[in-house]
T-cell receptor, first 112, second 114 residues
Framework: DAGITQSPRHKVTETGTPVTLRCHQTENHRYMYWYRQDPGHGLRLIHYSYGVKDTDKGEVSDGYSVSRSKTEDFLLTLESATSSQTSVYFC???????????FGDGTRLSIL | QQQVKQSPQSLIVQKGGIPIINCAYENTAFDYFPWYQQFPGKGPALLIAIRPDVSEKKEGRFTISFNKSAKQFSLHIMDSQPGDSATYFCAASMNSGGYQKVTFGTGTKLQVIP
């Protein structure tokens, strides 16, 4: 398995609170991605990073921000969580743009 | 806009059967087509992938068939086993602005009955 650790694995929080999810990799891959997985939608890209401090938006980025201060860590923040952000969040990494993406085991986030 | 359509949504086969999962895409700029296998509580794991210059690829019991003109591709699992019970996602990707933009299908939940 690719060395990807997501934390926490499960979280329950209330509407309006800030939430930060962490993705840590030991592969030294340049590219990192955050997806959300919802029934009937497959996986949808939230944000991605192509290097330290280099990030860009994906297709469902509204309400989310990211930061990458080190190669190994990619953080996803929900500034003010809403119930529509209840989902399973996956981090992925790839060595280069044309290489396969490898996924972590996800964070199940419930917003009440 | 859904750009990768996957069917069926769920599939039940008996051990030894050959489940087939189909996907269709719209954007001819896609140049890489991976399949992912996902078990409950785990992330998707890359199973097998194909590029559009090849019509078929086999890895063990898993085969991808690719029809470029029809913009369709499918996954066949030979001699299926109960351990193959999982959700399978097809995907299509292309290089977009310096990163690999991957569009996923909505998944097929496969159950292999002993």
């Amino acid at each position: 398995d690719a060395g990807i650790t997501q934390s926490p694995r499960h979280k329950v929080t209330e509407t309006g609170t800030p939430v930060t999810l962490r993705c840590h990799q030991t592969e030294n891959h340049r590219y990192m991605y955050w997806y959300r997985q919802d029934p009937g939608h497959g996986l949808r890209l939230i944000h991605y990073s192509y290097g330290v401090k280099d990030t860009d938006k994906g297709e469902v980025s509204d309400g989310y921000s990211v930061s990458r201060s080190k190669t190994e860590d990619f953080l996803l923040t929900l500034e003010s969580a809403t119930s529509s952000q209840t989902s399973v969040y996956f981090c992925a990494i790839s060595e280069a743009p044309n290489q396969p993406q490898h996924f972590g085991d996800g964070t199940r986030l419930s917003i009440l | 806009q859904q750009q990768v359509k996957q069917s069926p949504q769920s599939l039940i086969v008996q051990k030894g059967g050959i489940p087939i999962i189909n996907c269709a895409y719209e954007n001819t700029a896609f140049d890489y087509f991976p399949w992912y296998q996902q078990f409950p509580g785990k992330g998707p794991a890359l199973l097998i992938a194909i590029r559009p210059d090849v019509s078929e690829k086999k890895e063990g019991r898993f085969t991808i068939s690719f029809n470029k003109s029809a913009k369709q591709f499918s996954l066949h699992i030979m001699d299926s086993q109960p351990g193959d019970s999982a959700t399978y996602f097809c995907a299509a990707s292309m290089n977009s602005g310096g990163y690999q933009k991957v569009t996923f299908g909505t998944g097929t939940k496969l159950q292999v009955i002993p």
